[in-house]
């Protein structure tokens, strides 16, 4: 059983900025539904995309970490060069790691994504499926919400990392890690949220629940994943 303090520390921590401006990039796809007619693919699709915009931020993190991260160990007059060498190695290494290995993990969910949701025809190979498809899908609603999520990451990325020089005591190394469970909250939106209201044909209100599955989510991987 919950104690009040606990509860009250859920509740509180829906107030703060980071939680608000999450919650509000959430509507988007609850507009697209209500207003333009999207359909579970272009939520899936927007949710995908979502992962590409929070790898390019986690770029520009893993950089700010490398540069200006000093372990305690280290900090001392007699350490230059070892910090020279690890300022190096994170730019010339983890950067490239990590836009292959993220990179990879999202090409592949996006094929899976395609496969799974967008009904088309078969093609030559899965970059074409992947371009070809965001191609046909970019109506100025999902251009508009992808704007909205570009602006919510950017506030995260300003005001948590920049504003708070929070890359000065993050190692490089978590950076790098940190976002990989979005991939899990995605592919658990999918698994229960999206696609029973595919296989089921579930009315266009039903993807409501989809959206709130993913706030839900959203909102446990900020509270809980710092």
């Not at 107030?15 to 608000?20: E, I, N």
């Not at 991260?69 to 290494?93: H, N, Q, S």
Request: hydrophobic content about 55%; charged content about 10%; aromatic content about 12%.
């Amino acid at each position: 059983m919950k104690s009040p303090k606990n509860s009250t520390n859920a509740l509180s921590s829906l107030k703060t900025p980071q939680a608000l401006a999450l919650i509000g990039a959430n509507m988007a796809p609850l507009l697209g539904v209500w207003f333009f007619g999207w359909d579970v693919f272009t939520i899936v699709l927007l949710y995908w995309l979502e992962n590409v915009i929070v790898g390019l931020f986690t770029v520009v993190k893993i950089v700010l970490a490398g540069l200006f991260f000093v372990p305690k160990d280290l900090d001392t007059p007699d350490t230059k060069a070892a910090i020279g060498i690890g300022r190096a190695f994170t730019c010339l290494f983890m950067v490239p790691f990590f836009m292959f290995h993220y990179g990879l993990f999202t090409f592949v969910h996006g094929v899976f994504v395609f496969v799974l949701f967008s009904g088309g025809d078969s093609v030559d190979s899965p970059s074409s499926l992947i371009f070809d498809g965001i191609g046909s899908e970019l109506t100025p609603s999902l251009l508009a919400a992808i704007g909205v999520l570009v602006l919510e990451h950017g506030f995260h990325f300003a005001r948590d990392y920049v504003g708070s020089r929070k890359y000065r005591t993050t190692n490089p190394i978590i950076a790098m890690m940190r976002p990989y469970p979005r991939i899990v909250v995605l592919h658990l939106a999918i698994l229960f949220g999206a696609l029973p209201i595919l296989l089921l044909q579930l009315p266009s209100a039903s993807l409501v629940i989809l959206i709130a599955l993913k706030t839900v989510l959203d909102l446990a991987l900020l509270r809980f994943g710092k």
